[in-house]
């Protein structure tokens, strides 16, 4: 496909409320939105970074400087013949996978499109809809324990917490009193050190379906260390950014679940091909999310159709994030399922009045 040009827009979004972690506390999105125009179709990515690099070391600013300068215009120059090929004709540019999947997404969504199909039909998926589970910031217990119990109510899949050091075994006994057989995770973010031993052998006691990325954020082999000292399962979640690292970190047994976020691991293609892997050795996957606005999350939706997905992912209402979206759909789980975007490519379109008020900046790179 001959690419006419291509849009980066930096757009900030305020969340409905603050969303805390153990590494941050979160009030507005701020994302990069980037439109690939080809022969009279569009098609849209969206890219993950956070303005500072709290979760992985890609920012905005390094983001926008590499899509500007070197993946854009060697898109523009060169064309696609599919958006499979790009992973590798970008891998001269080392890491920064990120940056790289919001331009690769766009493509996807924008040759999905010319070819009047939808993207899950692309990458093999089969379902129409997907199972989704919510990831429950930080409150207190209370309140930690009435929005649990919304959520159950609502019918989610899968309840996730997330947890840090001296927030964590209180809380669960507290959940677990009222709940005692949800299907409950926790999410450290990589809050602790083997050090902690002790606490994550009670945190081991809860029957949890995995703990996700306990220790640290680019770590195996404390991972693969720890595996061996709890009955539970570990997800990593960081630690994961590319085909090659899932590999390495299944072959170390350093986990036993895998979140998939197609951001970290630079593109849709690395995500068929971990998928792939991971369908071949048994391993159970989960697609995560970065709080994305309607066309991350409506990718997320169509990556989650393929087979290997067999766990609910984060893929929960936009509503529960956005008071708003930037699409014109509403893209909101009943009793825990997520119906996938109908139509070709990711099945969204733009609120553009929206859009252009949350937007703070736009470039755009022609042929
Ligand atoms: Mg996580």
């Known amino acids: 496909m001959r690419i006419d040009e291509v849009e980066l827009r930096l757009v900030r979004l305020p969340y409905r409320s603050p969303f805390k972690t153990s590494f941050a506390e979160e009030r507005e999105k701020h994302a990069v939105i980037v439109t690939v125009r080809s022969q009279g179709v569009e098609g849209y ?20 400087h590499l899509l500007r300068n070197a993946f854009v215009p060697e898109l523009v120059a060169n064309g696609c013949e599919h958006p499979s090929q790009l992973v590798a004709r970008w891998a001269g540019w080392r890491g920064n996978p990120m940056a790289k999947t919001a331009l690769e997404l766009a493509v996807w969504d924008c040759y999905a499109r010319q070819q009047g199909v939808p993207l899950r039909t692309l990458l093999g998926g089969t379902r129409t809809e997907i199972p989704v589970g919510a990831s429950l910031g930080m409150n207190t217990i209370p309140e930690t324990v009435e929005n649990v119990r919304r959520h159950v109510e609502q019918g989610y899949q899968r309840i996730k917490l997330k947890i840090e050091p001296g927030w964590d075994v209180q809380l669960l006994a507290a959940v677990r009193a009222e709940f005692p057989f949800i299907e409950l995770t926790v999410d450290a973010n990589s809050a602790y050190t083997l050090a902690d031993i002790g606490v994550l052998r009670e945190i081991d006691q809860f029957g949890l379906h995995y703990i996700e990325q306990p220790l640290h954020w680019d770590d195996m082999v404390e991972h693969a260390h720890l595996a061996t000292l709890l009955h539970t399962n570990i997800c990593l979640d960081e630690t ?8 390495a970190a299944l072959d170390l047994g350093a986990c036993s679940v895998v979140n998939v976020k197609v951001g970290r691991v630079g593109g849709l293609q690395s995500v068929r091909e971990i998928h792939d892997m991971c369908v071949g050795l048994g391993v159970p996957m989960w697609c995560g999310g970065m709080l994305e606005t309607g066309i991350g999350r409506a990718h997320n939706i169509h990556l989650a159709t393929m087979p290997g997905f067999v766990y609910p992912g984060d893929t929960a209402s936009a509503s529960r994030t956005y008071a708003r979206d930037i699409v014109e759909q509403a893209l909101e789980a009943t009793q825990g399922i997520m119906p996938v975007p109908e139509g070709p490519g990711i099945g969204v379109t733009l609120d553009r009045p929206f859009l252009n008020e949350v937007t703070e900046q736009t470039e755009v790179v022609r042929a």
């Open 240 to 247: 994961l950014t590319s085909p090659a690292r899932v590999k």
């Open 45 to 64: 990515g969206e890219g993950v970074m956070d303005p500072f690099p709290h979760y992985r070391e890609e920012c905005i600013a390094g983001a926008w």
